[in-house]
């Protein structure tokens, strides 16, 4: 019994391109709604969280639809199409009334980046610039008041003629946070959260390292926070200024929260007929190596769109009033293209037919019951409901401390640890990728539960590890503790979702899919809000790992009553057998 690879390569270009999608979602809607459209950050949230609510009621209905879809192209296959055009004429479609909105801006989005905020003599053309300088102006954007607060620790009408005269050169001379050719500054600023004020830090060479300290010469408190001078300067002054005209002409948010729910609605059709497919093509032993593979596909569409988006330059600072048409148009040819070869490689009902003469072949069903089994739905016996029930709880527990951990650690870093968060996330994840198939294999031999269960023991491991870190810990052993997080979380994740399919028949495979996502959903909508409310009352985000250490540490105890959906682990009939990776 061999896993075929070029197929399961296949049918994962429809997880490459869902994975695609999301990057790229995840990266650039944010940045629209507030940026341009002005939206508080707990406005955004609530319209980021929507995709999560809607897969929750829409998921196990569009997995269950096509558990009963019959067509020559197969049950998924029409899904996929449909779901995949839809979604990427809407998603493109949200550049058109982005640009309508950046139209209304003015001179703060003219030419897209960082030459519409100063032109060659670094004097400000913006409408901050006239709120600095013209005492007539009727109202002052937040960015002047930021301003004045660095130079005088005073508010902007607080000022005297002169002092307003003296903020208005230092904001002019500063250059924001970029040099003239795109260099990083030699000022910093550190923002005291006690006092709500800035200061100029000092910037001296240590062991060959740049640090910055306080303008005595102390080092930096646990109430100061670098600060990035760009960011909170005219970051807040573009966001109110574009909330003001969004409130003049609505219109333009209306037609991009409608597009932007015919978008998610669109890729909620095929979400769950996608992921039914691998098993539908795959014998059941074969899945944890199957979805080890899918899931490297997903991993392979996600990083592309990074690319992408280093490219286009739209993580740059200076770029985040840009036009986003052609990362977007370039992001949405990809998933066609994803698509296409979708279409030209996978043959679903040859497929599925050929798994079931597969498994008749290595004796997992008698013909009868593999013809049966494709069309059949099964009924649950009660143990078997209290095991589905248990894997759904522990999918939920482990989503609640990893996505607690992945939606907070880039502000726990800089606010706990005082350090970088993108190199400790790129080890976790480049740990998780190259362990994908070794544990896919893994599963094969001791069975998926027992490889859930080591998996939680390392991410819970990792966790609790986190909890001692401080800025002054050695970054080795945090990435360690990252990478052993993300070898824990790709043992769990390539092995959980097979589990819960394993329960299943061939007529109710994407139902159950529905209910493996409605369950790691509803976790990644609650603990956003639960894991903010223990830091609130904490006064502090030091509680972030002890909490998800907690929920990913209960997980282990419901994963132990589980006692169906295992794989038996396959024999090989010689020992040079166990290195055969041929498909």
């Not at 729910?261 to 497919?277: E, G, K, N, Q, W």
């Amino acid at each position: 019994m061999k896993l075929n690879y070029k197929k399961t390569i296949f049918v994962g270009f429809a997880f490459f391109l869902i994975c695609a999608f999301w990057q790229a979602y995840d990266s650039i809607v944010p940045m629209m709604l507030v940026n341009k459209f002005g939206l508080s950050q707990t406005v955004s949230g609530v319209i980021m969280s929507l995709d999560n609510v809607i897969a929750i009621f829409l998921l196990p209905l569009f997995g269950s639809l096509s558990d009963k879809t019959k067509t020559r192209f197969g049950r998924r296959t029409p899904y996929i199409i449909v779901g995949t055009i839809v979604a990427a004429l809407s998603f493109f479609g949200l550049t058109f009334a982005d640009n309508a909105q950046l139209a209304k801006l003015g001179n703060f989005g003219e030419n897209s980046g960082y030459e519409t905020l100063f032109d060659a003599n670094y004097e400000i053309q913006n409408a901050e610039y006239n709120a600095i300088t013209d005492k007539d102006q009727p109202k002052t954007y937040i960015i002047c008041d930021y301003a004045a607060k660095i130079v005088k620790n005073k508010l902007y009408n607080e000022l005297t003629d002169e002092e307003k005269t003296e903020v208005r050169d230092w904001y002019s001379n500063i250059n924001a946070e970029y040099n003239a050719d795109h260099s990083k500054p030699e000022t910093a600023y550190g923002y005291d959260s006690e006092t709500k004020t800035y200061c100029v830090l000092t910037s001296v060479t240590e062991n060959g390292k740049t640090v910055y300290k306080m303008p005595d010469g102390s080092k930096i408190g646990k109430n100061i926070s670098k600060s990035n001078a760009y960011k909170n300067l005219i970051t807040p002054g573009i966001s109110d200024y574009a909330l003001e005209k969004t409130l003049e002409r609505p219109l333009t948010l209306v037609l991009f929260a409608g597009l932007l729910l015919l978008t998610l609605f669109a890729m909620a059709i095929f979400r769950s007929p996608a992921v039914a497919l691998m098993p539908d093509v795959t014998e059941k032993p074969l899945r944890s190596q199957a979805n080890a593979i899918i899931n490297l596909m997903g991993t392979a569409g996600g990083m592309l769109v990074l690319v992408l988006g280093m490219v286009f330059g739209t993580g740059k600072t200076y770029n985040q009033l840009m036009s986003y048409t052609p990362f977007i148009g370039a992001v949405c040819g990809v998933m066609v293209l994803g698509l296409l070869m979708f279409i030209w490689k996978v043959r679903e009902p040859k497929w599925v037919e050929e798994m079931e003469q597969n498994s008749v072949k290595d004796g997992l069903e008698t013909e009868e019951e593999a013809k049966v089994d494709q069309i059949s739905k099964k009924k649950l016996t009660k143990p078997e409901l209290k095991s589905l029930i248990l894997i759904l709880c522990s999918v939920a527990l482990w989503y609640i401390g990893y996505n607690a951990v992945t939606s907070k650690y880039s502000l726990y870093a800089m606010n706990v640890l005082h350090m970088d968060y993108n190199t400790t996330l790129l080890v976790a994840q480049g740990a998780a990728i190259i362990s994908y198939i070794p544990v896919g294999m893994l599963a094969q031999r001791i069975g998926r539960k027992k490889s859930i269960l080591a998996g939680v023991v390392m991410l819970t491991a990792a966790f609790f590890g986190a909890t001692f870190m401080t800025e002054n810990s050695s970054i080795i052993v945090l990435n360690l503790l990252f990478a052993l997080a993300g070898i824990g979380w790709a043992t769990i994740n390539v092995n959980s979702f097979p589990m819960v399919v394993e329960l299943a028949k061939g007529g109710d495979v994407g139902k159950y899919t529905g209910f493996y996502y409605t369950a790691s959903m509803a976790a990644q909508i609650a603990t956003p809000i639960l894991s903010g409310a223990i830091m609130e009352l904490a006064g502090s985000m030091k509680p972030l790992f002890y909490y998800a250490t907690v929920a990913v540490a209960l997980a282990f105890l419901t994963m132990i009553f589980v006692k169906h959906g295992d794989s038996k682990p396959i024999k090989k009939a010689k020992i040079i057998e166990n290195l055969d990776m041929d498909d």
